[in-house]
Structure formats: structure tokens, C-alpha cells
């Protein structure tokens, strides 16, 4: 009998235990993430348990982005970048991307591909529950509770159950007019929001290996939506987007060592074995994938965007880590153009990171840059230049983006998660593409983006 891919990454990893589905396993971690929400509780339960002069296992190997509530007078949020600070500054952790700086990035899950902290076959921990998105370079990525990443933090292990892992195989290449959004909604909706709870979907296929590396990661960081990761195993793509991202990073150093890594992992070993054992098998064809939204308040509440034309927007949002990265931005520019109008609900952009945000100041559709489609579209831009996660969490009242009027307000975003108040309180939440977002846009009501592309 063969392995999966991620028993594969657990097998190289492992202490002690079975690296196979159904069994437990102690690993060691490559790389824990952690942020400004949930790393102070974690830092706390740290020292509680290891003591209050302990040192975290490897400096290396810790990586702080604060990113959610960076932009706001709140107090309490910036007491919680401040224990960060003072922790990194106690430790000594190199890989910290404070607020304020010329390090600061943004979106951690975004940011931590960009700075490529994490390789195929690794093991990367974080104390937030879309850390699933490295699954789609191949890594083993799980999101964990404060308490597991505090135990990282002091001794460098996890303890695992083996997941089984499921097969989503999508045959033939995803229309023009398809993102990953509407992909992995599409499953979430098929499946359930339970029905992949602590497993693995594993994406293969012509539909999944022709999609951008930026593409693969929203089916890794929505797979935990239906409560597995997702992950795809690393190819030629793969290799040549973690070179590229090695190549520009400021750390030589590291960048370094981290090409070395990479070099020396053999991608054909962490691809399933043709006899591996798959808990089920779901076939796709690519083709037949159409642009999905998923109704209030559940990503498993999906329906086909033309199937929703009636519902009425009051505004819309394109950003965060499954919809704020550069590909998003682009294939939202190229709609605006092609359309030629101006949105029709106020729209709200926020990059996911500093290097997004260069992307849009740079990248040019005709004699255009990218950030002035957007203004010219109308679009609100008072967050162009403060990268973050912005409204996709709430956040404290002044938050860009988040909705604080007391009627319902129903939005349209490129958004994860739709669950009541994610958005602020009176937020009903409508999950679609940024494809489908902007088309949605510019009609005031929910909309598919065919109807704007010949
Ligand atoms: S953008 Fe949203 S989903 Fe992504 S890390 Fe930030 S709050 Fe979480």
C-alpha cells in the first residue's frame, strides 16, 4: 500500500508514532506563525508553562506578522503589537514584520508565502486556522489553539493524528471566467462545512496544476472552510514561484539557506502514491465548474452567482488572503476595463500586502496603472496604502471597510468566511470571486461575471 502526500510530510518529519492515516504522530515543525491576535495569549501560555525565562525552541524558526487590527486607535489592539514587540525583542526573533517599519507586509498567510518561510514537504504550525493555505505549495499546514502553539513555541513538536486524505480531481482546465473562489466553493457546497473535519483534500488534475500558485492557495485556505487543508503536491510551478519569491526577499542569509532547502527536496516524493489509500474519490470536470457564491451566513451555502441575480448589494469588498493578492487585482482591473464603467455600491480594496500594493502601483493595463482602474472605477481607496487584513475580521470599530450601520447590510466579498458579524454586526455576507465581486459591483446586486466578459 502507498502514502499520500501528506503522510509523506509527516513520514520525514516524524519523532514518534505512524506517519499513517488514523495514527498518531509526534513531528517536528519547521516554522511557527503566529499574529497579532492570537500570538499574545499564546505568548502568555508560553510562559506559563515553560517558565517565565524561557527561550522559544528556534528563533529561526518563529514567524510573527502582526495583521488584523493594525490600523485602528483601539488600545487594546495596540497593546497587542506591543507584546509582540516586546517578545521579539526579548527573543531575539529575526522574522518579524513590525507595524511602523520598512518591514511591515501585511496579510500573515499571504506574507509568509511571499517571504517564503515555509517549503513542499515542510511542516508549518500557526495559531490561525487558514495556516492551511501553505498546504497548496505542498507543505503540511495546520491551524492550531493557542495552547498547541504555545507547546510548539517551548519544544519544537506537535502531536498529529494522521489525516486521511481525500481526492478532488479536476479534469481539463478551468474556464477564463472560473477563479479558485468559485472552485473551492463549489466543493465546500458539495460536501458540507463538516465534510472534511481534521482531513486532507488533495487537488490534482489538469483544473488545479493549470491554476497560478497565488490561485492554488485560496483551495488551501478555504479547504479548512469544509474543516481539512488542501493540498496540492508541488511541481515545475511550484519550484519556480518559491525561486522567484526567494530570489527577491532582503535576507540574503536566509534566502540562501531556504534556496538550498529547496534544491534538495525531492518534489516527486511528495506526490500520492498511485496505490495511496484515499478515505474517497471525487471527479470533476474543470469545464463544467461555474462562478459560486455562498449565501449568509455559511461558505457552505453556495448557489451559482446567475442564480442569484435577484439579491440586492449595498456594497462590496475585494481583499484579504483569498482575494487581496495580485492575480485578484488584475483579473479585477481587466473586468473593470473591459466593462468601462464605474461601480454602482461603494467598493472597498485593500491589498493583501505591501508587495500587492507595489504590484498596483506598478502593473499597467494599457497606460493605466492598476490602482488608477480602481480609482477611476470609483472604488473607495482609503485603505490603498494600509495593507492588512482590514475588515475580513471585524475588527475595532474604525476598521477600513467594516460595516457599523445598524440595518442589515448585505455585501458581496472576496472574503473566507460569512459567519454572522464577521464583517461587523449587521453584515449579511455573500462569498464569491473577485471576478464575481467586481461584475457584482458594478450592477448593485449579485452578478455573473460572464455578463461582462465576451
Ligand atoms: S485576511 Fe481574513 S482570513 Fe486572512 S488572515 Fe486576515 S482575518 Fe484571517
Redesign the pocket.
Known amino acids: 500500500m502507498g502514502f499520500t502526500g501528506t503522510e509523506k510530510i509527516i513520514k520525514r518529519n516524524l519523532v514518534r508514532g505512524e506517519a499513517v492515516a488514523g495514527k498518531q504522530a509526534v513531528v517536528t515543525v519547521d516554522c511557527l506563525l503566529t499574529?497579532d491576535v492570537c500570538g499574545p495569549p499564546t505568548i502568555g501560555i508560553f510562559k506559563r508553562e515553560f517558565g517565565k525565562n524561557a527561550r522559544v525552541w528556534d528563533k529561526n524558526k518563529v514567524v510573527i506578522i502582526p495583521?488584523?487590527y493594525i490600523f485602528t486607535k483601539d488600545p487594546t489592539a495596540a497593546r497587542n503589537v506591543q507584546v509582540l514587540r516586546d517578545f521579539v525583542a526579548e527573543q531575539g526573533i529575526p522574522n518579524f514584520y513590525d507595524v511602523g517599519t520598512d518591514r511591515y507586509s501585511g496579510?500573515?498567510?499571504t506574507t509568509l508565502l511571499e517571504k517564503a518561510h515555509v517549503l513542499p514537504g515542510e511542516i508549518l504550525v500557526g495559531t490561525?486556522s487558514?495556516t492551511t493555505t501553505a498546504s497548496a505549495i505542498g507543505a503540511g499546514a495546520w491551524g492550531v489553539g493557542n495552547t498547541i502553539g504555545a507547546f510548539v513555541m517551548g519544544s519544537g513538536y506537535a502531536i498529529l493524528n494522521t489525516p486521511q486524505t481525500m481526492s478532488f480531481v479536476f479534469d481539463n482546465q478551468f474556464p477564463e471566467y472560473v477563479m479558485a473562489k468559485d472552485v473551492i466553493l463549489r466543493v465546500i457546497g458539495d460536501i458540507g462545512t463538516d465534510g472534511a473535519d481534521f482531513k486532507v483534500l488533495e487537488f490534482a488534475g489538469q483544473g488545479p496544476l493549470g491554476l497560478s500558485l497565488e490561485q492554488r492557495t485560496v483551495l488551501g485556505?478555504m479547504a479548512i472552510e469544509a474543516g481539512g487543508n488542501g493540498f496540492v503536491a508541488p511541481d515545475y510551478k511550484t519550484r519556480a514561484y518559491l525561486n522567484e519569491k526567494l530570489s527577491a526577499i532582503s535576507d540574503r542569509e536566509r534566502a540562501e539557506r531556504m534556496l538550498k532547502k529547496l534544491k534538495g527536496i525531492d518534489f516527486e516524493e511528495l506526490q500520492s502514491d498511485p496505490d495511496a489509500s484515499f478515505l474517497s474519490r471525487h471527479r470533476y470536470d474543470s469545464q463544467s465548474i461555474e462562478p459560486m457564491v455562498a449565501m449568509p451566513h455559511s461558505p457552505g451555502k453556495v448557489a451559482r452567482a446567475m442564480d442569484s441575480k435577484t439579491v440586492s448589494l449595498k456594497s462590496a469588498y475585494l481583499?484579504?488572503?483569498?482575494g487581496?493578492n495580485t492575480e485578484d487585482f488584475l483579473a479585477a482591473a481587466r473586468l473593470l476595463v473591459a466593462a468601462g464603467k464605474q461601480v454602482a455600491i461603494p467598493l472597498y480594496v485593500v491589498p493583501?500586502t505591501v508587495g500587492v500594493l507595489n504590484f498596483l502601483n506598478n502593473r499597467k493595463i494599457g497606460d493605466r496603472t492598476l490602482r488608477q482602474i480602481f480609482q477611476d472605477s470609483g472604488a473607495n481607496m482609503c485603505s490603498f496604502d494600509q495593507p492588512s487584513?482590514a475588515a475580513?475580521?471585524g475588527g475595532p470599530v474604525d476598521t477600513y471597510g467594516r460595516i457599523n450601520e445598524t440595518q442589515p447590510h448585505p455585501r458581496i466579498s472576496t472574503?473566507?468566511?460569512n459567519f454572522p458579524g464577521r464583517m461587523g454586526k449587521t453584515g449579511e455576507i455573500y462569498l464569491a470571486s473577485p471576478l464575481t465581486v467586481i461584475a457584482s459591483a458594478l450592477k448593485g446586486r449579485i452578478t455573473d461575471p460572464r455578463e461582462f466578459m465576451s
Not at 481583499?319 to 483569498?322: A, E, I, K, L, P
Open positions: 499574529h495583521d488584523h496579510v500573515c498567510h490561525d487558514h485556505n481583499g484579504s488572503c483569498t487581496g493583501a487584513c475580513c475580521l472574503t473566507n468566511r
